[in-house]
């Protein structure tokens, strides 16, 4: 959302609880709920929404007035950091709130607040300048030109292959716009050495690609940003991971975003897809193997539960991991040599798709 | 080391094989111990490095043709990807192994290979192109050209202030040139938010830094490259971090490397200053803190039997978060408004070391 339309959104947001208090009534705000009862899975846009359920914050209530409080402090504290164009954290506004006098018991209650405040303004928190503290990064052929205020940059143009060692998604590159974009597709890689060759072996010339490193779970700002890239842009969107639970978690959550923020809409890419590596994929190519350890074993059967894995592909992919036990890692292609997973495996992969 | 002096060495270490093989001996070579007992702190230039002692890898020796064979295969891997232009990881490494019949137990022997040939040459695997998985980030009035040969990137240059997210670090980076630095210290930071929040708050111009992000504890080819900054262009490294053992332990590697690479003599800044945040800022600042979990208690004291921090200032610290027995982030500074860890806590800090 534009800058100016999320400051007027926070405007109204606070005229609307200074008119009840001028009516003389006791100020109150009213937001979708989001407990878990109140969280479903939409197959159609393939990730977790809220219903239909309703909560109260009202002044007049004792056990409402701290959280409505503090929610009217997170939206000024949205702001003024909107306004001096300060790009904060989740973190930075726990710790700020003792400045005012608000007090939170710790941080997940902040952040509790900050998923409210997303809640009653359906913006997300990105849009108030609080971004995750993870750091992903990008390469490729695209040029994006910098829309935040900030002089030294505001206008400014930068193509995104600048860099032969790709750039930080953070930011200012979160809030760009797209100018021009020579790529076909997205392909996100989760681990920073696979970044770096597919660089090196030239991915973004020979598959027309922009290279994202999640560098693990995508940060929620990036996952947006793919989101971008694919709707924006009509790029397709490829996942390509280590052959485990939680690689193939990372790439469930780029598709299917989290039940933790499913009050926020905006965060998935539904038509994404996880081209590997496949717990099929290691006996197919053989790959050396690790044997999958309890944490392992634990997660997967957690996997299993998640209504995103009954589809049959997913399932069939589950399958396949408990019965071998074991887990292979991207990097594992290099035992056929280094460019094998450039020259031949990314190809097969890709064509399945075609 | 230039790319062509790498070769140069690998070259001459075949060739020193190959002639003891036509003089008709069994191939052996020496090399210096990396056992403990023969790994000193060196209180001069601040860092543990090997002594005198040596061992040999000889062919005729039943016990040991396997690791010669092994380290010879590493060479070999060395220098194709110097030719090959080709960035790998240790893990790399070990999967393609495979495909030429070399065999390592675990990755932790094929890493013991790569310091074996590391100590034998003097030179340091980034040289070899093989770095570590992860990346971290710069940021700052720099010009670098790029030295590497692929045609696309060599000897272009760029100013690593172009993307206000900061550049990654990687391949490219390490091995360009410095063409023109307008900056006078580099600040390295351990978070993610902090880098961020330094880079809006111009920390770059109003104190004419470079920003380095080190995404925790500073990957290898981080700490050396922060060591060309401070040797080749002169600029004094300042470092800051929690106020947690892990945080001063970032510093303290980044100034006296590691013990694991006692036979690389290049990677630490031994005129490096920690700037905090000290358990001693804990109190003066009056910080918002959390206690400190057992592990942090177990690291502090690991830290104390260090050799590193029996100098006063270090012990100083260590003595003062053993009593507090609690910790505080970077980011806790914002409970006096975003802005004081730039307007007054860094002033402060740096006006130390005036």
């Known amino acids: 959302m534009r800058r100016e339309d999320v400051l ?35 197959v159609e846009s393939k990730q977790f929404v809220i219903g239909d359920k309703t909560v109260v914050r009202s002044a007049a209530n004792l056990r409402q ?20 164009n300060q790009p904060t954290t989740l973190r930075d506004l726990y710790y700020n709130a003792e400045a005012f006098g608000i007090e939170f018991e710790d941080q997940s209650e902040s952040n509790e607040i900050v998923s409210d405040l997303e809640t009653v303004l359906g913006i997300p928190r990105e849009d108030f300048m609080i971004y995750p503290e993870e750091r992903s990064a990008i390469f490729g052929d695209l040029v994006v030109e910098y829309t935040h205020p900030d002089p030294d940059y505001y206008g400014k143009r930068i193509n995104l292959s600048s860099h032969p060692d790709g750039v930080m998604i953070g930011p200012a590159l979160l809030s760009a716009e797209f100018v021009e974009c020579n790529a076909d597709k997205v392909i996100a890689i989760e681990t920073g050495g696979l970044f770096t060759r597919f ?8 598959f027309n690609a922009i290279l994202i490193h999640t560098a693990g779970q995508a940060p929620r700002s990036t996952r ?63 790959l050396p193997t690790e044997p999958m350890d309890e944490r392992d074993i634990a997660r997967l059967e957690a996997l299993r539960r998640d209504p995103r894995y009954k589809d049959p592909f997913w399932s069939r992919e589950i399958d396949e991991f408990n019965r071998l036990k074991r887990k ?22 890709l064509a399945l798709f075609k």
Not at 69 to 83: D, E, G, M, P, R
Not at 243 to 261: F, K, L, R, T
Not at 263 to 273: E, G, R, S, W, Y
């Open 8 to 42: 007027a959104r926070l405007r109204e947001f606070g005229l609307s609880l200074y008119e009840q208090m001028s009516r003389g009534e006791f100020p109150r705000v009213k937001l979708r709920s989001r407990t878990l009862k109140n969280i479903v899975y939409d």
């Open 328 to 349: 292979a890692e991207q990097q594992s292609f290099s035992r056929y040599g280094l460019s094998y997973v450039v020259d031949k495996y990314l190809p097969d992969k």
């Open 199 to 206: 660089i090196a072996e030239k991915v973004h010339r020979r």
């Open 65 to 84: 007035i701290k959280s409505l409080t503090q929610l009217i402090w997170v939206a000024y504290f949205a702001y003024n950091s909107i306004k001096a």
């Open 224 to 286: 947006r940003f793919i989101r971008r890239l694919n709707m924006e842009l009509g790029l397709p969107v490829y996942i390509l991971t280590d052959a485990d639970p939680w690689g193939m978690h990372i790439a469930m959550v780029i598709i299917s975003g989290s039940a933790n923020a499913a009050h926020i809409t905006d965060l998935n890419t539904p038509d994404a897809k996880w081209i590997g590596v496949w717990a099929t994929d290691i006996t197919k190519y053989k």
